[in-house]
């Protein structure tokens, strides 16, 4: 009987190339990321807003969330007309930087 060999296991040269390749990448991203935020929206059929958020630590490490809004939410009407959402279907992003312990949106910042 063969035993197991933990060789089988272990990834290729090839492999681990492109994970290392592939981790840079990410962590380049993410340093791009620090102190800013981008939230997105999209009003699905029945009225319901998809949220996400994307943005990184002060390490670089990535964060990212995903809520849903009901239309008998207090805060629904405020978030349609931040993001400009009128009918199913509509859907925007918002950029947002960490400025003095406060979110700002991006369009409020000077270059």
């Keep these: 009987m063969k035993e197991d060999d933990d060789d089988d296991d272990k ?3 090839k492999e681990m190339a492109r994970y290392r390749e592939n981790l840079a990448r990410h962590q380049a991203i993410a340093q791009t990321m620090i102190g800013r935020r981008i939230d997105s929206a999209i009003m699905l059929e029945n009225g319901t807003l998809m949220m996400s958020s994307q943005g990184a630590l002060d390490d670089g490490q990535m ?3 995903n809520w ?3 239309p008998c939410d207090p805060d629904y009407a405020k978030t349609c007309k ?7 279907g509509d859907s925007n992003a918002k950029g947002y930087r960490w400025i003095d312990g406060n979110w700002v949106d991006d369009t409020e910042v000077e270059q």
Excluded: M, Q, V
């Design 11 to 13: 990834p290729t040269e």
């Design 68 to 70: 849903d809004i009901l």
């Design 63 to 65: 964060t990212s969330a």
């Design 82 to 88: 931040c993001f400009g959402l009128e009918k199913p």
